[in-house]
């Protein structure tokens, strides 16, 4: 009795399955996405992608980028306000093994960001909107765990110094029929924290 073959294209997954499953246990994992599991109590979603860009010798150490993007909405409040904003972050982690290329551990940062948000107090007694941008540098300090070479916790204390311009819509004039501002600036330190959870690929 002649055995039956098998189709090519059931050869060719099987090939391409064991090929992704030996490239994959030879990897370098450069690539972590983390969410912060404390900005939702804001009504803010926040995630983060962070890149390993350098990877530790004998002197030298883990060194990574991360970006960061956020989105503000907290319509079902009065007044509402809508937001987003970008944090590019550059990360040294403490010296751990030349062999280890796991962005875990003790780490500082540099940081740069940018934020814009609106306010909108329509249905008060009056119709005047609030515009906020904000763009500032800082430094954070944080701790990086990574258990079972996947799942990432990533906690953090910092702060930065914000410059703010507020542009007030005031309505329109009553004798020029244009439209009236007025604008403020307002520069602050900023207290950042967080707690961030992801995976590592």
Known sequence: MQQATRPV??????????????????????????????????????VSYERVTKI???????ESLQVTGFYHNNTDER??????????????????????????????????RYEHFS???SGFNNNETDYFKAGGV???????????SVIVIDSFVGLGYDVRSNKHWLGRSRDLDV?????????RLAFRFGVRVGIRF
């Not at 530790?56 to 883990?62: A, E, G, I, Q, Y």
């Open 119 to 121: 306010r909108d107090y």
């Open 79 to 112: 007044p509402r306000v809508l937001g987003y904003g970008y944090v590019v972050e550059y990360r040294w982690y403490e010296k751990k093994s030349k062999y280890s290329t796991q962005p875990r551990g003790t780490y500082l940062s540099a940081y740069a």
């Open 138 to 148: 800082g430094g954070l300090f944080g701790e990086q765990w990574v258990l079972a």
């Open 56 to 62: 530790p010798t004998d002197s030298s150490r883990v």
């Open 9 to 46: 294209p059931y050869k060719i997954f099987l090939i391409s399955i064991s090929l992704l499953l030996a490239t994959n246990s030879f990897a370098q994992k450069r690539n972590v996405v983390k969410a912060n599991v404390l900005s939702p109590l804001a009504w803010t979603i926040n």
């Open 179 to 187: 439209p009236n501002w007025d604008r403020m600036y307002n520069n």
